[in-house]
C-alpha cells in the first residue's frame, strides 16, 4: 500500500522515478504551472496593489489543471506524506507553493535534486526542506510585473491598428535589439578600400601593415572567449585598409621596386584552456550553431534527455560540476585518453548572478555506450545527448597547446606581416574543436632575404553589420542581462508567433510590424525597450530571490514611480505620426527583388517567385510573375509538393464548396484500411498523381502523415510504406 506521494512537474518523469521509488510510491505530474492569475479586477490584472501590499488571485490555468488539482487532492488522501519535487529553479518553488495551495498542505516537504538517477533522488528525499519563501516571493512578483506590463502596455499598441498583439517585459526588450540592428542595416553606407598583399617564394603570403615611421598600435592582448554561437574561430586576413586604388596601386609597385627581408620573427606557445560545460544560454547557442536547432526545439529535446535520466537539469546558469562528475570524468579518460588528463581537476567560474547550488548541463553517465543510446534516442535527442557529453568531457581536458608564429618583413619603408598557428597538442579540442585550421608558416631567420613572387591588391566594401542568428540572439540576451535561462526560448518563440520577426536565410529579421510596434514603444514606453533598465529588473528579482528585498515593497514602488506614471504619458503619444513614419522604414526593409524557385508555372514555364509571407509555415508561396496571375502555388506538408489553392472562396461561408469527384482505388490505406485515392498535383511544372488515404481527416492526423504512394514504372511505391500490392 502506497504511504508516500511524489509531485513533480513533467509527466515525462514519472515512470522513471516509478521505477527508482518502487511500490511504496505514488507518482504523480502537475503538468507544470497549474495556477495563474484571474482575470478579474482593474485592468483584469488579477491582483490589487493597497500601498505596498500585493492580493493575488489565482485559479486553476484551464480545465486540466482543474482535474489535475481534484486528481492529486484525492492522491493526497490516499497517503501519509507529500512530498514536493517540482523542477529546481525559482519558477519550481513557484510551482511548489501553488501545490501546497491548491492541495491545502500545510507543511510539505520539498526536495531538489538535477538528475533523475537512483542515487541523486534517494539523497534529495533522504534531505528534504521547507518551501523558500524568497524563491516564492521572485516567482509570484515576476508574474505580477509580467501581466501588469502586458495587460497595460498592450492596449497601447492595439490602438496602432495594424495587428499587433503585445507588449512585453522581456519581449520589448529583446525585439527592441533586433530593430536596432536592422536599422544599422538600412542606414549603412558602404565604402570602398583595398587591402594589399605580397606572396614569397619563400611560401607564404603577408598583407600590408603600414611604414617604417608610421607610430606604431599598441598590441592587443589576446582574450581567450569561447564562441558558441560559432563553430570555428575565423581569422582576418587582409591589409590594413587603403582608401583610394591609386594608393594601393602605388604600394605594389614600390613593394616590387625594393628587395624584401625580414625584420621581425616570432615565435610562441600559447595554452588554449578548455571551454566550461554548459549552461542554458550556451546549449542553446552550440545547438543551434552546429545542429541547427531553434532555441525552443534545443530545450524541447533536453527535457525528453533529462526525463530520461540521461542529462542533468537543463535550465541552469552555472558551470559548476559535482565532485563526483569531476572524479568519473578523470576517470574516463585516464581509461580512455591518458594523455589529456590535467595535472588538476579543471575548475569554471560561474557568472556572478549564477546560482551556484545548481549544476552546469551534464551527462549523469559518461560510461553510458553511445550504441546502446543510438537505438533508444531519436536522432534529434541522440545528437544533442553527444554534444553535452562532448562539451562535458571537454570541459575537464588539459588544455590545448597551440604554436602560434608571427612574421614581419620590409620593403623600402613598407611592412608586411603573417601570422601562423599550428595545433601542437589537441587537448581538449578531440571533444570540442573549436579552433581555426592551422596556417603554416616557413622557418626563417631575423635578417633572411625573401624572393618576392607576387605583388597584388584586391577590392573590398565594408559590410553592414549582420542580423542575429538566434544563437546570436540568445548570446546577446544574456550578455545584456535580458531575461534568464528559462527565458531566453520562449521570449524569441513569442516574436515569431507574434509576427514581430521572421527568420530569413538563419538570421532574424524585423517585420514590418515589428518595425512599427518598436518604433512606437521607442515613443511611449522608451525605457522599457532600454536593455540596462530590464536588467535592472532582472538584477531586482534576483535580489528578492536571495532575500535581500521583500517583493511587494518592490512591485509597489516600481508602479508607482515608473510604470503608472509612464503609462499615463504614453497615452499622449500620437499613433498616426509613429505608423506613419515608420512605415517608410518597413517599405525599406522590405523592397527587395523576389527570389526565384526552381518550380516552373504551369502555364508558361518559367519559373516561379518566392513570396516571403509569414501565414504560411514555409515562410513564403510561389506565385508566377509573368503575368499568369491566377498561378499561386502553396507548400503541402502532407504531399511534400507545391499545390494550388484548393478555393479561392473559402472566406465565403454561404457557398457550398463542391470538391471535383475523387478516383477511389481498390488499394486499403496501411494505417485505417479505407482505401486509397488518386490525387493530381502539379511538381516543377507537371502534372503528376499519388495515392493517399480517403478519409478527410486523414488531413490533420499524424499517423497518416507518410501515407503517400508515388507513381513509378514499376508500379505505386511509398517511401515508407514501400511497393504497393494489390
Known amino acids: 500500500m502506497p504511504k508516500r506521494l511524489l509531485v513533480v512537474e ?78 529546481p529553479d525559482r519558477e519550481g518553488e513557484t510551482i511548489a ?49 509580467d501581466k501588469l506590463v502586458g495587460y497595460k502596455g498592450s492596449p497601447l499598441v492595439w490602438a496602432l491598428n495594424n495587428g499587433a498583439k503585445s507588449v512585453g517585459r522581456v519581449q520589448s526588450a529583446t525585439l527592441h535589439l533586433i530593430c536596432q540592428r536592422e536599422r544599422e542595416i538600412i542606414s549603412f553606407v558602404p565604402q570602398d578600400y583595398w587591402s594589399v598583399w605580397v606572396d614569397y617564394a619563400e611560401g607564404f603570403r603577408a598583407f600590408y601593415k603600414g611604414t617604417v615611421n608610421a607610430p606604431k598600435e599598441e598590441a ?16 582576418i586576413t587582409e591589409s590594413i585598409r587603403v582608401l583610394s586604388e ?12 625594393h628587395p624584401h627581408q625580414v625584420v621581425q620573427y616570432e615565435g610562441k606557445t600559447v595554452n588554449r584552456q578548455p571551454p566550461p560545460p554548459f549552461i542554458t544560454s550556451t546549449l542553446q547557442q552550440a545547438a543551434g550553431s552546429r545542429l541547427r536547432f531553434a532555441p525552443e526545439k534545443t530545450m524541447l529535446v533536453a527535457q525528453k534527455l533529462y526525463e530520461a535520466g540521461l542529462i542533468t537539469y537543463m535550465r541552469t546558469d552555472s558551470v559548476m560540476l559535482s565532485p563526483e562528475f569531476c572524479a568519473s570524468a578523470r576517470q574516463w ?37 553511445s550504441t546502446q543510446l ?22 575537464q581536458c588539459r588544455a590545448a597547446i597551440l604554436r602560434k608564429t608571427l612574421v614581419v618583413t620590409q620593403s623600402g619603408d613598407l611592412l608586411w606581416q603573417a601570422r601562423g598557428q599550428i595545433v601542437e597538442f589537441l587537448g581538449y579540442t578531440r571533444y570540442w574543436s573549436n579552433l581555426s585550421k592551422d596556417t603554416i608558416l616557413p622557418n626563417l631567420q631575423q635578417g633572411q632575404v625573401l624572393t618576392l613572387e607576387n605583388a597584388a591588391y584586391e577590392k573590398k566594401q565594408t559590410q553592414p553589420p549582420p542580423r542575429y542568428s538566434e544563437p546570436k540572439l540568445v548570446q546577446l540576451m544574456e550578455r545584456k542581462g535580458i531575461g534568464r535561462p528559462s527565458t ?32 512606437f514603444l521607442q515613443k511611449a514606453l522608451p525605457d522599457l525597450l532600454e536593455t540596462e533598465f530590464t536588467a535592472k529588473m532582472e538584477d531586482a528579482l534576483d535580489a528578492i530571490a536571495s532575500g535581500k528585498q521583500p517583493w511587494q515593497h518592490y512591485l509597489t514602488n516600481w508602479h508607482q514611480n515608473y510604470f503608472a506614471p509612464a503609462l499615463v504619458k504614453a497615452k499622449t503619444v500620437p499613433v498616426s505620426s509613429s505608423s506613419s513614419t515608420n512605415s517608410t522604414k518597413a517599405a525599406a526593409v522590405t523592397e527587395r527583388k523576389f527570389e526565384t524557385s526552381r518550380t516552373r508555372c504551369p502555364e508558361c514555364k518559367n519559373h516561379l517567385a518566392k513570396i516571403p509571407s509569414n501565414k504560411v509555415k514555409k515562410k513564403y508561396f510561389l ?104
Open 10 to 87: 513533467s509527466p515525462g518523469k514519472v515512470k522513471k522515478l516509478s521505477q527508482i521509488l518502487g511500490s511504496e510510491w505514488i507518482v504523480r505530474a502537475s503538468c507544470g504551472h497549474i495556477r495563474e492569475l484571474s482575470n478579474e479586477g482593474e485592468d483584469s490584472l488579477g491582483f490589487t496593489m493597497d500601498g505596498e501590499r500585493v492580493e493575488c488571485r489565482y485559479i486553476p490555468r484551464n480545465q486540466q489543471a482543474k482535474e489535475t488539482i481534484q486528481q492529486l487532492k484525492t492522491a493526497v488522501k490516499q497517503v501519509k506524506e507529500v512530498i514536493l519535487a517540482t523542477d
Open 97 to 145: 507553493w501553488h501545490l501546497k495551495e491548491a492541495l491545502g498542505l500545510r507543511e510539505p516537504k520539498r526536495v531538489v535534486y538535477t538528475e533523475i538517477t537512483e542515487s541523486a533522488v534517494r539523497s534529495a528525499i533522504a534531505n528534504p526542506r521547507k518551501l523558500d519563501s524568497n524563491l516564492i516571493g521572485a516567482g509570484l512578483c515576476r508574474d505580477c510585473l
Open 220 to 235: 592587443k592582448q589576446e582574450t581567450e572567449v569561447h564562441d558558441d554561437t560559432t563553430i570555428k574561430a575565423t581569422e
Open 246 to 257: 591609386a594608393e594601393a596601386t602605388r604600394l605594389v609597385e614600390e613593394a616590387k621596386r
Open 333 to 369: 579518460l585516464e581509461q580512455n585518453d591518458p594523455e589529456n588528463v590535467p595535472p588538476q581537476t579543471a575548475r569554471h567560474r560561474s557568472s556572478k548572478t549564477a546560482q551556484e547550488a545548481h549544476e552546469a548541463i551534464r551527462p549523469t553517465d559518461v560510461f553510458r555506450p
Open 374 to 395: 543510438r537505438l533508444e534516442l531519436t536522432t534529434d535527442e541522440f545528437n544533442l545527448y553527444v554534444l553535452i557529453w562532448k562539451r562535458a568531457i571537454a570541459s
Open 488 to 519: 531566453y526560448s520562449p521570449t524569441i518563440a513569442t516574436l515569431k508567433k507574434r509576427d514581430y520577426v521572421q527568420l530569413t536565410k538563419e538570421n532574424l529579421q524585423p517585420t514590418s510590424l515589428g518595425l512599427e510596434v518598436d518604433a
Open 623 to 726: 506565385k508566377c510573375m509573368s503575368g499568369c496571375e491566377n498561378v499561386v502555388l502553396f507548400w503541402s506538408e502532407y504531399t511534400k509538393t507545391w499545390e494550388a489553392p484548393r478555393s479561392q472562396t473559402t472566406k465565403d461561408k454561404d457557398i457550398n464548396l463542391q470538391k471535383p469527384p475523387a478516383n477511389i482505388t481498390t488499394y486499403p490505406c496501411p494505417v485505417c484500411r479505407k482505401p486509397l485515392e488518386e490525387y493530381s498535383y502539379i511538381k516543377d511544372g507537371q502534372n503528376k498523381i499519388m495515392l493517399r488515404c480517403s478519409n478527410p481527416k486523414s488531413r490533420s492526423d499524424q499517423k497518416h502523415k507518410d501515407v503517400a504512394y508515388f507513381k513509378t514504372q514499376k508500379g505505386w511505391w511509398s517511401p515508407k510504406f514501400g511497393e504497393l500490392k494489390g
